[in-house]
């Protein structure tokens, strides 16, 4: 199946040439048939002679009716424009081809009605030269009479050749299914109606309803008038939904696939048409079936950033059109550049932001958001319609790598400067980074941690660091002279503060190497557990605690603690009877061991 709208000037045979054609009435209404005149959208369908069926909506003509006329034609991907013979070139078929222009549409075909009233001549050579220069300049032009059958036959045939022109549907896409009618259906519940342009539906499927992500599910589904499991793009479809009221959706409305559509009320637009510089302050955006008040603000030559009276689901790259309702004027097409756009608070942001969106082609690119965001996360870009292949560099967020290399830089200087302004810290802490660097989450942060940075306990530092605060190295090395004598005798905790060593400058010692701590206060030169092992190695094995305090010449307090580092590490093994064997009597380097009280 394909879809096609009508378009044209009031009276022009639209309505008449779908009946000709499908054998439908498409006029829903009584006063519609009463008065002769089409006023809200039709709808009809006919199989063609390949055996494709094309399925008409068919709107009205006259300029009152122009916003549905758009709702109509908004997600439809092709038009037939229709003139009449006997009258030609007529304000609407302006106003219309304006439109279908504007929205970027470029398949159709031109149908010369009533060309058994006059000659088809000059309606068609002045339409063809009003199509020149716009999205539909070029079509196949087709002379009919509905009245009399002429040309039907050339008209199918036309119909058939631009089915196999149009592009294939993507039925992967997601759903976004603008609503064009909503009724309810006695025994059934809620039914809408629209154009399914991309994806596909099933009965089941759960869907969210546009504005505010309320979930509804598809209780039936009706295609061509036959109930049907699934529907593919491009179709006109019903869906019944189950257990949602009616007054809950309308036209303009919209079903979605969920989470895969940003819902945003400002966005940034490249428009086609009018100067931006004349734009009056407010304008309608027509997307889809929806028609929502918008106000403009004009950024460049030609982008204007939208501020929108209610949230829609749109995506980068989406067409759409501004018109002014009370000239009624189509003022141009606009292309959707940024659904998430920055906020314009500093002076002269408007004119920087217009320099940005002079770079943006309005199609989605993970490369060019990445450089334009430099961080997002990937399901905030699916939403807005770039196609994520990236590998996130932390959680789902993606960066710029040049971004990422650039921070990557800085941690190192700020872990460099907040020890050099804090030398007696354990590291910065990562929360501070964090607010340094202008990330939202720590866990960005963490994700930059590479050599020679290291992560601990909530706090990053340089992986290798051998100086100390002078006050601090002196007070080590008054520690290490005065017992060198007897490195395995600790001193006092009284001592240790005489000399200028607090826990906070002890902790520094212990994470530049300068000692090693064995318990709360208890700290011995760096080599102690290598020359440990070797006073040990040389007692008879196995030995006891006493022993080992005795040729250490050291004390219980030091011994213990000292013992039990050696357990970890492998050089000791402790046996059932509380006695220990040496197992090793070297060491490879590592780092300092935390000790059981920072464990």
Same mark, same amino acid.
């Given at each position: 199946?394909?879809?096609?709208?009508?378009?044209?000037?009031?009276?022009?045979?639209?309505?008449?040439?779908?009946?000709?054609?499908?054998?439908?009435?498409? +006029? !829903?209404?009584?006063?519609? $048939?009463?008065?002769?005149?089409?006023?809200?959208?039709?709808?009809?369908?006919?199989?063609?002679?390949?055996?494709v069926t094309v399925a008409f909506v068919d709107v009205p003509g006259h300029e009152r009716f122009v916003p549905n006329m758009l709702a109509g034609v908004g997600p439809v991907p092709a038009a037939l424009l229709v003139?009449?013979?006997?009258?030609?070139?007529?304000?609407?078929?302006?106003?219309?081809?304006?439109?279908?222009?504007?929205?970027?549409?470029?398949?159709?075909?031109?149908?010369?009605?009533?060309?058994?009233?006059?000659?088809?001549?000059?309606? &068609?050579?002045?339409?063809?030269?009003? *199509?020149?220069?716009?999205?539909?300049?070029?079509?196949?032009?087709?002379?009919?009479?509905?009245?009399?059958?002429?040309?039907?036959?050339?008209?199918?045939?036309?119909?058939?050749?631009?089915?196999?022109?149009?592009?294939?549907? !993507?039925?992967?896409?997601?759903? !976004?299914?603008?609503?064009?009618?909503?009724?309810?259906?006695?025994?059934?519940?809620?039914?809408?109606?629209?154009?399914?342009?991309?994806?596909?539906?099933?009965?089941?499927?759960? /869907?969210?309803?546009?504005?505010?992500?309320?979930?509804?599910?598809?209780? #039936?589904?009706?295609?061509?008038?036959?109930?049907r499991p699934e529907v593919a793009a491009v179709a006109r479809v019903a869906v019944n939904l189950r257990g949602t009221p009616r007054e809950r959706l309308g036209r303009g409305d919209a079903l979605l696939t969920p989470?895969?559509?940003?819902?945003?009320?400002?966005?940034?637009?490249?428009?086609? #048409?009018?100067?931006? @510089?004349? *734009?009056?302050?407010?304008?309608?955006?027509?997307?889809?079936?929806?028609?929502?008040?918008?106000?403009?603000?004009?950024? =460049? @030559?030609?982008?204007?950033?939208?501020? /929108?009276?209610?949230?829609?689901?749109?995506?980068? =790259? +989406?067409?759409?059109?501004?018109?002014?309702?009370?000239?009624?004027?189509?003022? =141009?097409?606009?292309?959707?550049?940024?659904?998430?756009?920055?906020?314009? &608070?500093?002076?002269?942001?408007?004119?920087?932001?217009?320099?940005? *969106?002079?770079?943006?082609? #309005?199609?989605?690119?993970?490369?060019?958001?990445?450089?334009? %965001? %430099?961080?997002?996360?990937?399901?905030?870009?699916?939403?807005?319609?770039?196609?994520?292949?990236?590998?996130?560099?932390? =959680?789902?967020?993606?960066?710029?790598?040049?971004?990422?290399?650039? /921070?990557?830089?800085?941690?190192?200087?700020?872990? &460099?400067?907040?020890?050099?302004?804090?030398?007696?810290?354990?590291?910065?802490?990562?929360?501070?980074?964090?607010?340094?660097?202008?990330?939202?989450?720590?866990?960005?942060?963490?994700?930059?941690?590479?050599?020679?940075?290291?992560?601990?306990?909530?706090?990053?530092?340089?992986?290798?660091?051998?100086?100390?605060?002078?006050?601090?190295?002196?007070?080590?090395?008054?520690?290490?002279?005065?017992?060198?004598?007897?490195?395995?005798?600790?001193?006092?905790?009284?001592?240790?503060?005489?000399?200028?060593?607090?826990? $906070?400058?002890?902790?520094?010692?212990?994470?530049?190497?300068?000692?090693?701590?064995?318990?709360?206060?208890?700290?011995?030169?760096?080599?102690?557990?290598?020359?440990?092992?070797?006073?040990? @190695?040389?007692?008879?094995?196995?030995? &006891?605690?006493?022993?080992?305090?005795?040729?250490?010449?050291?004390? !219980?307090?030091?011994?213990?603690?000292?013992?039990? *580092?050696?357990?970890?590490?492998?050089?000791?093994?402790?046996?059932?009877?509380?006695?220990?064997?040496?197992?090793?009597?070297?060491?490879?380097?590592?780092?300092?061991?935390?000790?059981?009280?920072? %464990?």
């Amino acid at each position: 199946m394909f879809v096609v709208a009508t378009a044209g000037h009031v009276d022009h045979g639209k309505s008449t040439l779908v009946r000709a054609l499908t054998g439908m009435e498409p +006029d !829903r209404w009584a006063e519609e $048939r009463r008065r002769g005149m089409t006023i809200d959208l039709g709808f009809a369908w006919s199989a063609l002679p390949s055996g494709v069926t094309v399925a008409f909506v068919d709107v009205p003509g006259h300029e009152r009716f122009v916003p549905n006329m758009l709702a109509g034609v908004g997600p439809v991907p092709a038009a037939l424009l229709v003139v009449a013979a006997d009258e030609g070139w007529m304000p609407q078929s302006a106003e219309h081809l304006a439109a279908l222009d504007a929205l970027g549409v470029s398949y159709g075909l031109l149908v010369v009605t009533r060309a058994d009233l006059a000659d088809a001549g000059p309606a &068609t050579a002045r339409a063809r030269a009003e *199509l020149a220069g716009t999205s539909l300049g070029g079509l196949d032009a087709v002379a009919v009479s509905a009245v009399s059958g002429a040309g039907l036959p050339q008209l199918r045939a036309a119909l058939d050749r631009l089915a196999a022109r149009l592009p294939a549907a !993507r039925t992967d896409a997601p759903v !976004r299914l603008w609503v064009d009618r909503a009724f309810t259906v006695r025994g059934a519940g809620t039914v809408v109606t629209g154009t399914l342009g991309a994806g596909r539906l099933r009965v089941g499927d759960e /869907l969210e309803l546009a504005g505010d992500a309320e979930p509804v599910r598809v209780r #039936g589904l009706h295609c061509l008038g036959a109930a049907r499991p699934e529907v593919a793009a491009v179709a006109r479809v019903a869906v019944n939904l189950r257990g949602t009221p009616r007054e809950r959706l309308g036209r303009g409305d919209a079903l979605l696939t969920p989470g895969r559509f940003h819902h945003t009320d400002l966005l940034d637009v490249r428009l086609t #048409g009018d100067p931006t @510089a004349r *734009l009056p302050a407010t304008l309608t955006l027509h997307i889809g079936s929806a028609a929502v008040p918008a106000r403009v603000r004009p950024l =460049g @030559a030609d982008t204007v950033r939208l501020r /929108l009276a209610r949230p829609l689901p749109l995506l980068v =790259g +989406d067409r759409a059109l501004l018109r002014d309702p009370g000239r009624h004027h189509v003022v =141009g097409g606009v292309s959707v550049l940024d659904v998430a756009p920055p906020a314009l &608070t500093r002076r002269g942001a408007a004119v920087a932001r217009a320099a940005v *969106l002079a770079t943006v082609d #309005g199609r989605p690119d993970l490369a060019g958001e990445l450089r334009r %965001r %430099r961080l997002a996360r990937a399901a905030d870009l699916v939403r807005t319609g770039v196609e994520v292949t990236g590998r996130p560099v932390a =959680g789902d967020w993606l960066a710029d790598p040049e971004y990422w290399r650039g /921070l990557a830089a800085r941690l190192v200087e700020e872990v &460099t400067r907040h020890a050099r302004e804090h030398p007696l810290e354990p590291g910065a802490p990562v929360e501070a980074l964090r607010q340094r660097l202008g990330l939202p989450e720590r866990a960005l942060v963490e994700a930059l941690v590479r050599p020679p940075l290291r992560l601990h306990a909530g706090r990053v530092t340089a992986a290798a660091v051998d100086a100390l605060p002078a006050p601090v190295a002196r007070a080590v090395a008054r520690i290490r002279a005065g017992y060198a004598d007897r490195p395995f005798r600790a001193p006092e905790a009284e001592h240790l503060a005489e000399v200028g060593l607090g826990p $906070r400058e002890i902790g520094a010692a212990v994470r530049a190497g300068a000692l090693l701590r064995l318990a709360e206060n208890v700290v011995l030169p760096p080599g102690a557990v290598d020359d440990a092992a070797r006073v040990l @190695a040389g007692l008879s094995q196995p030995f &006891t605690l006493s022993a080992a305090r005795r040729a250490l010449d050291t004390t !219980r307090r030091v011994a213990v603690p000292l013992l039990e *580092l050696l357990d970890r590490r492998g050089v000791t093994r402790r046996l059932p009877d509380d006695t220990r064997v040496v197992v090793a009597r070297t060491l490879a380097p590592r780092r300092p061991d935390p000790g059981p009280a920072r %464990r």
